[in-house]
């Protein structure tokens, strides 16, 4: 029994499961398409006025119908109480014979198919219930009729509906008319059998013809719309293979109504967007070709400038002016930071060119951040500022390019420490099964709300007014992102102000996979709150 029961409740939650995703098909389909949602306010509209209708000619075609059958039924009980008058009106010698007789002569007016039953009785013969044709029990006669007419006068009529009931056959629908003359009252009970099958095929037909003329209608606004529907879904279909960089896409343009006319636009809007973006294009191309021309020719002359300026730099001691050794370093400092911007120039351009490529090997990344932190501990000594290293014990294998990567590291360390005020800065390591994070933390001024993104621009600085005592040259994160971007990976950022900020770098262990999370947080632990996380989760997407 109990294994029945859960096998019952099974097959529930199974159906409830199948019709709830039904349903819920169903209303994205309604929900995203035009046609279907015209077909079906049109197909309940129409169903509305085809049942209003519908009730409206029924209650007419059966009002008209009943009001013939009581002005028929009318003339014959006139006729039945003038026969009644004449053979009953004078003295009485047997009334039951009588009345038999008259009843039996009104019935004989029927014809063989029986139209009517005739139901007699005296008024003042109290002992004496009347006389009925056909086995017509009295009760079909309703008590209120014949109290209308027993209080009204000779030649009093009304008439009501009921069910006919007679001796061993069941009951049926009728109409009772009767009228009084003398002492007698005469009903005439007629049987509305087949006017009630009549009313009924004509409810079942104008039932027919509704659901057809409803689904008729439905079928004439399924291809009004259809005429108006696709070229709208063509025209979107057209606007999303525009989006995807497809931008020979046209409309076909047919006859010259509303829909033509939104074809013609749409081609001339795709038209002077094609021409647009191609002028960007070679605008941008320009631009990146002007760049890597001009960093490759400023080499040849910056050869020989360095040249004299290392011969410079190394006699500096012995010139007599001081003044002139001070100008010697400076020159020699400057040169520095000039090859710099130059070969960031070009990496930038290839990356732009889409040159840049990847020489990638399976690599511990907590040998590059050892190998970073080497390289950037005499300027952190310099700042005040001290690296904290948080490694797992583990290593944190991944197939990566070693020169990228360092690249990426030494940026962020770079920049922590000329931002980090003098204050720690941490450095953690972490690796799950698909990917590997490096996160740089430092305790300085921040960013500010929106800054997370626009950090990684091109020669961006959060404070203009503040002058760099690293001698960088403004992409060295830009250039740290396009290379993570290389790997497949993440480069994001986080910061408040007064919170210090925190750069973090994720990668896939595998070249080429899909990164699909991180194993580091973006926001420091300690740091999150309702704006951070929702600043991690827009960063994840």
Not at 336 to 361: N, W
Request: charged share 25%.
């Amino acid at each position: 029994m109990n294994a029945a029961k859960r096998v019952a409740r099974r097959g529930l939650r199974a159906s409830r499961r199948v019709l709830r995703r039904g349903v819920g098909r169903a209303y994205t389909r309604w929900r995203r398409s035009i046609q279907i949602r015209v077909v079906t306010s049109t197909l309940l509209i129409s169903a509305v006025v085809v049942a209003i209708l519908g009730a409206f000619l029924q209650q007419q075609i059966s009002a008209a119908l009943m009001e013939g059958k009581i002005k028929a039924a009318m003339l014959q009980l006139d006729e039945g109480l003038g026969m009644v008058q004449r053979d009953l009106g004078g003295p009485a010698t047997d009334d039951g014979g009588r009345l038999e007789s008259v009843v039996n002569a009104l019935k004989a007016r029927s014809g063989p198919s029986g139209l009517y039953e005739i139901y007699i009785r005296d008024a003042k013969n109290p002992y004496y219930d009347g006389y009925a044709t056909n086995e017509l029990r009295q009760e079909s006669v309703p008590p209120r009729l014949r109290e209308e007419l027993r209080r009204g006068p000779t030649g009093a009529r009304d008439y009501t509906f009921g069910r006919l009931s007679y001796i061993g056959r069941d009951r049926e629908p009728g109409l009772i008319v009767g009228g009084k003359t003398g002492q007698f009252e005469l009903y005439y009970l007629f049987p509305l059998t087949q006017e009630e099958r009549t009313l009924t095929r004509v409810a079942w037909s104008l039932l027919a013809v509704g659901a057809v003329l409803v689904l008729l209608l439905a079928a004439i606004a399924s291809l009004v719309t259809r005429q108006v529907v696709i070229p709208v879904r063509l025209a979107a279909q057209g606007a999303q293979r525009l989006a995807a960089g497809r931008l020979e896409e046209r409309m076909r343009v047919r006859g010259e109504d509303d829909l033509a006319r939104l074809a013609t636009s749409f081609n001339e809007m795709a038209a002077n967007l094609q021409e647009k973006i191609g002028e960007l294009e070679d605008l941008s191309q320009v631009q990146r070709q002007f760049v890597s021309d001009v960093s490759h020719e400023l080499r040849t002359p910056l050869t020989t400038i360095r040249i004299a300026a290392d011969m410079l730099y190394e006699y500096r001691d012995t010139f007599a002016d001081p003044a002139v050794g001070r100008s010697a370093e400076l020159l020699q400092s400057q040169l520095e930071r000039f090859e710099a911007l130059l070969a960031d120039l070009l990496e930038i351009s290839r990356h732009d060119a889409g040159a840049a490529t990847l020489d990638a090997e399976s690599l511990d990344m907590r040998d590059l951040v050892l190998r970073a932190v080497g390289d950037i501990q005499g300027l952190a000594e310099r700042k005040g500022s001290k690296v904290v290293l948080q490694l797992p014990g583990e290593p944190c294998m991944a197939e990566v390019d070693r020169r990228r990567v360092e690249r990426i590291l030494r940026n962020l360390l770079v920049n922590a420490v000329e931002h980090g005020e003098g204050e720690d800065i941490i450095v953690s390591v972490a690796a799950d099964r698909d990917a590997v994070a490096v996160a740089v933390r430092d305790h300085g001024v921040g960013l500010k709300p929106g800054e997370s993104q626009m950090v990684f621009d091109r020669f961006w600085r959060a404070d203009p007014a503040r002058a760099r005592t690293t001698g960088g040259t403004g992409l060295g994160l830009s250039i740290s992102r396009e290379d993570a971007q290389l790997h497949g990976g993440w480069l994001q950022a986080w910061g408040e102000p007064g919170k210090g900020s925190q750069f973090r770098l994720s990668l896939p262990r595998v070249a080429g996979a899909e990164l699909r999370g991180s194993p580091l947080p973006l926001v420091p632990p300690g740091a999150r709150d309702a704006r951070a996380v929702f600043a991690e989760l827009e960063a994840g997407d």
